[in-house]
């Protein structure tokens, strides 16, 4: 069965700090990837998503992610983030076109002004 | 687009009632997605349909959890004799057709509390 691991539960950084949640799946064929944003009090977004090609990903906000495939991970990186970053951020992974997601537990990121 | 939408946003019940929540998907969206997310989790995994066709349920989906999407369009989800394990947040998403076939959009979610 697929699973999707985060291996950070809560984040706390302060503004300018750099960023990296990691995401490690479990599944041998070909996957795709994303990753969604939960900004307090709204709806899941997606922040990005990664289907086949270069395996470095760039989404919304300046965060991008790098699938690995080795190592069946799909990290998420932002150089230097805001306040305004505060929010849950969920990897997930689909097996097939269309079908469903499986999602990680979530990291809970809280950024210090 | 005007995005996913789900009602009733919030809904209370006593433990054994029957509830119904609503997911509008948006406009000529083909797939739609049912998942439910408990405190601290990631979404699960409940049930899709493509048109009216359910084309895959979870185990998760006991025999009082039913869904429909009769035309297509809208659906409905229905939990009877609800549990108090059943509390959580309901959301649902909508996938178009073609290329963006992958993208899913969620909407607000129905938070259920069962007392």
Redesign the interface.
Known sequence: AQSVSQHNHHVILSEAASLELGCNYSYGGTVNLFWYVQYPGQHLQLLLKYFSGDPLVKGIKGFEAEFIKSKFSFNLRKPSVQWSDTAEYFCAVRANQGGKLIFGQGTELSVKP | DTG?SQNPRHKITKRGQNVTFRCDPISEHN?L?W?RQTL??????LT?F?NEAQL?K?RLLSDRFSAERPKGSFSTLEIQRTEQGDSAMY?C?S?PTGFR?????????TRLTVL
Do not use: D
Request: cysteine-free; hydrophobic content about 25%; overall charge negative.
């Open positions: 996913v797939r997605y998942y601290g989790q990631g979404p699960e995994f899709y493509q895959e979870s959301l998403a996938s076939l992958n993208e899913q959009f969620f909407g607000p979610g």
